[in-house]
């Protein structure tokens, strides 16, 4: 990094909350864009912040590394503040999220923001008291950063209607993807190869209660649609009351036969699944960006999802748009893209010529200029 061919050696810290061994979503980012920013930049030196106890284990590649120190800061939840302020200093921080320090005022910092479904969902007391404190401290975090990232124009369009942010702070950098069909595959037991395919966390704002509605509205409108079955993969828990609610509509519609909870599922046995679907459904209410769409797109499979949020952006008509809150829409392009091969076959080429535009390595990259540009403010 620099300027006129001089090379500006700078500390670099990068605050991370936390990621765990199997990384995916908003951690698979954070880990992604440390990997990405430290393999392409031989010049500066880096620190890894984190709370104490948070060890950073899928790091350890970095071990080595003698430009890179991970360091764990202490004072509990104080950790951003006192203990970054005490923690050995950087020219610049990355901050992995809006919630960054109340107090603590870097010099130079960059501060990350994905989405805004706290401010979308969730009607309780308790949601709108947390999004409420949620505000006051990403208010913070936006007026104290000398620039924001948002991955997506959807999430930057509603920072600048949520928020007072000057127009010259925020910058749109996409996210890359991990092209999951190139990795070996591990075996999965599976029903059949005729099955539609969700992959992500199962809660509300990813709309799983309209995908397995349409599901069964597929049932209904093909012939051919009980040898058809519906993979949902992705971490649940048998407690919470959004998949008690599920498994509830799955039986009183009587598919239970034909729905699955698969639960986490490896990046060996998505390739292996991913490979194997008629289409991935993913008509999430609100997303940041969506990687599913990619990996899905990159592994020669149709996409259906919604026509609304950064989905639509991110799907850039190469993708079935459908409305979110419609299950009949969403189980009628079900059955178009089983019925009509042209239409599936034109989504495939059109998927897998455009999901290659995006990658980590792409997205490091333009860190790495974003924070050359906040270096020489």
């Known amino acids: 990094m620099g300027t006129g061919g001089n090379k500006i050696i700078m500390k670099i810290g990068i605050v991370i909350s936390y990621i765990s061994q199997k990384p995916a979503g908003l951690e698979r980012y954070s880990y992604e864009l440390v990997k990405g920013l430290i393999n392409q930049d031989a010049t500066n030196s880096y620190y890894i912040y984190t709370k104490k106890g948070n060890k950073l284990d899928t790091f350890s590649f970095l071990k080595n590394n003698t430009r890179v120190n991970i360091v764990e800061v202490g004072w509990g939840k104080l950790w951003k503040d006192l203990g970054l302020f005490l923690a050995p200093r950087s020219d610049i921080y990355l901050f992995t999220g809006s919630q960054g320090p109340l107090f603590f005022r870097p010099l130079k910092s960059i501060t990350i923001v994905y989405d805004f479904a706290y401010k979308h969902l969730g009607k309780s007391v308790l949601s709108r008291i947390r999004a409420f404190f949620i505000d006051l401290w990403s208010k ?133 699944i991913y490979k194997r679907a008629t289409a991935l459904v993913y008509p999430s209410f609100i997303e940041g960006f969506g990687l599913p769409i990619l990996e899905a797109m990159s592994c020669s499979l149709p996409v259906i999802t919604s026509n609304i949020s950064s989905l639509r952006e991110i799907a850039q008509g190469r993708a079935s748009l459908v409305d979110p809150n419609d299950f009949i829409n969403i189980g009628q392009e079900m059955n178009k893209i089983v019925n009509d091969n042209q239409y599936r076959m034109d989504l495939i080429s059109k998927g897998s010529e455009y999901a290659i535009e995006f990658s980590w390595t792409k997205m490091a990259k333009e860190f790495a200029q974003l924070i050359e540009k906040v270096s020489n403010e």
Request: hydrophobic content about 35%; glycine content about 6%; overall charge positive.
């Open 140 to 272: 913070r975090a936006f007026a104290i950063a000398n620039k924001i990232v948002c991955i997506s124009q959807e999430t930057r369009k509603d920072l600048m209607k949520l928020f007072d942010i000057e127009k010259s702070k925020p910058f749109v950098i996409y996210p890359g993807f991990n092209n999951i069909c190139n990795l070996p595959e591990k075996e999965i037991k599976i029903p059949t190869n005729k099955f539609f395919l969700f992959v992500g966390t199962i809660k509300e704002r990813k709309n799983v209660l309209n995908i397995i509605k349409g599901f069964d509205e597929f049932l209904k409108l093909n012939q051919d649609g009980e040898s058809y079955h519906l993979l949902l993969c992705g971490k649940n828990s048998h407690s919470d009351e959004y998949y008690k609610s599920l498994v509830e509509v799955i039986s009183n519609r009587g598919i239970s036969k034909n729905v699955h909870f698969f639960g986490h599922v490896t990046d060996g046995e998505l390739s292996y």
